[in-house]
């Protein structure tokens, strides 16, 4: 969201209308149980037959996610093989719709229920970089009672409330557990049968989709009218082949996907979209963190100041979206007012980000393609809208999609327009898939689960709402020799 600017935009309006909707969410929470069913979980009498799962990798359309996946799907097929089981169904779930809405998942129940209602058990959904053992999964998963309704998963809960999850449980938003999506999780088939009947019947309430797995729990759970997340101690996001790992059924593969030599730093330009307002208040915090590790980078802004220096690209500061300015960053890169690299980062000024670790993220990625990569947000995904990568976060382009969007006729239709979304649309009808990466965060850390964090090597965050950026940037994106690094994590690398 264009969000780094000097005036709040009319998104964060439509966030507090859904405060005040979220209302009845927020005094049902005392109604939410620790248990979702009556039944107590028992030995089954029989192991679970591997034909009864229909497993769905959480996959994308862009050229490196769709190979990780199927090499993922090959070896769960593998697994099976080896193990003289039936061979499952593994699904790719960016094949599965025509448009956006396939990696949604609320609007492809119908789907899994037509097809799989009569012969399958469950559904099980896991991500590109999580690791299967196949004789755990079914000995966990036979404990449950496939005759009910199950949503189950290694559970992930707020802290605070958030912007993110539209302030929901403000009272006591711990109560409320959603799915980590990394550890895998499942939905039983009568469950999956009820949700496709409830998604026909009743249109899809929210216009816009930010965090799919808190949506998709809300929207499970019905204010109480249906189960809630049952914690699974099995479904891990463990480090692969760790000692603390061995009774898991699922761990995971990689935190950082870097795949060789990381892109040089003068191959990404980096532009700072910013305003006279805050030059004083921002721009020190970009150049007291994250700039010096940026070798082409680039301020712009409604004034011009030699300081800075900023570039006044002949756009005024609209009070709402900034789509005029973004276009005007678009037209420059392609010019030859600035060296010629294969990647343009368009960030906030009060956007925070890790560059080297960028630059081993894009290591995965050819910049031949047409690449869009950010935080994906959706909109309209139930009735065939279009996904678009949040801008707060930072946008990452590669030159190959800037040209063929400058080369198309879509344009803003006002200066004003929120730039993201318009960029969404954009890359929609030209057929070029928006590419989602859960290392950039629209937010702060204070704004996510610690849990969710605590298997991340984090990208970027955003905001500078009621925190000290600086201690924040030390914390979670510093490289170790950073002066003031505080950085908690161990860098974990893996050539895919």
Known sequence: MPTGTCLLGNKVAYFCLIFLYCIPVIAAAKDIKEDNHSQVQGDSKRLLDLKEIVFVIQSQGNSFHENHAEKQRQEILQQAANSEQNLPIVLLIHKLSENEAGWSILPIMPRFSATYGRNSSWIFFLEEETTLKIPKLLETLSRFDKEQEWFLGKPLHDDESTIIHHYAFADNPIVFKYPDFAAGWALSMPLINRLATKVKDEPLKSDFTIDLKHEIALYIWENGNGPSLTPVEELCTKEEGSPAAKDCATTLKTYLPFCGDPVEKKDIFIAVKTCRKFHKERI????????????LIEYYSDHADATIP????????????????????????????????????IVDDDTLISVPRLQKLLSCYDANEPVFLGERYGYGLGIGGYSYITGGGGMVFSREAVVRLLESSCRCYSNDAPDDMVLGMCFNGLGIPVTHSALFHQARPDDYSRDYLAHQIPVSFHKHWNIDP????????AEENDPGSQQPHTMIREEL
Not at 311 to 329: D, M, Q, S, Y
Not at 470 to 477: A, D, E, P
């Open 470 to 477: 600086v201690t924040v940037f030390n914390t979670w994106l």
């Open 284 to 295: 020190p915090v970009v150049k007291k963190t994250w700039q010096k590790h940026a070798a």
């Open 310 to 345: 900023t570039i006044n690209l002949g756009v005024p500061n609209t009070e709402r979206g900034h789509c005029g300015k973004t276009f005007a960053i678009l037209e420059r890169f392609l010019s030859e007012a600035v060296p010629k690299t294969n990647w343009l980062v």
